[in-house]
Nanobody
């Protein structure tokens, strides 16, 4: 019902910034809660940020004050602005869509992932 395509990853120096984009299609984007997850090699996937269909926001503690999730419903796109990046942010970042809000259970729709590498 929902197809997701991430973009914007890459290599950045510590302290630098990146903006990830996730373009959605196939359903009514505005009805879905959108989230960003990340997974580093050898580690569990973790929730990074959520933006609800009504604009409710959640961030994992480690990114508060540095990352901003936003959505543009007219463009069917969710963004993750990442500032003050550090090597611990290195991971594959995945976009997720869920009908209904949850901080513990992701939805069934995932993007292909985009690699973010923070290194000097």
């Amino acid at each position: 019902q929902v197809q997701l395509v991430e973009s914007g990853g890459g290599l950045v120096q510590p302290g630098g910034s990146l903006r990830l984009s996730c373009a959605a299609s196939g359903s009514i984007f505005s009805d879905y809660t959108m989230g960003w997850y990340r997974q580093a090699p050898g580690k569990q996937r973790e929730l990074v940020a959520i933006i609800g269909s009504g604009g409710s926001l959640y961030y994992v503690e480690s990114v508060k004050g540095r990352f901003t999730i936003s959505r543009d419903n007219a463009k069917n796109t969710v963004y993750l602005q990442m500032n003050s990046l550090n090597p611990e942010d290195t991971a594959v970042y995945y976009c997720n869509a869920r009908f209904g809000y949850s901080r513990t259970t992701p939805g069934p729709y995932w993007g292909q992932g985009t690699q973010v590498t923070v290194s000097s």
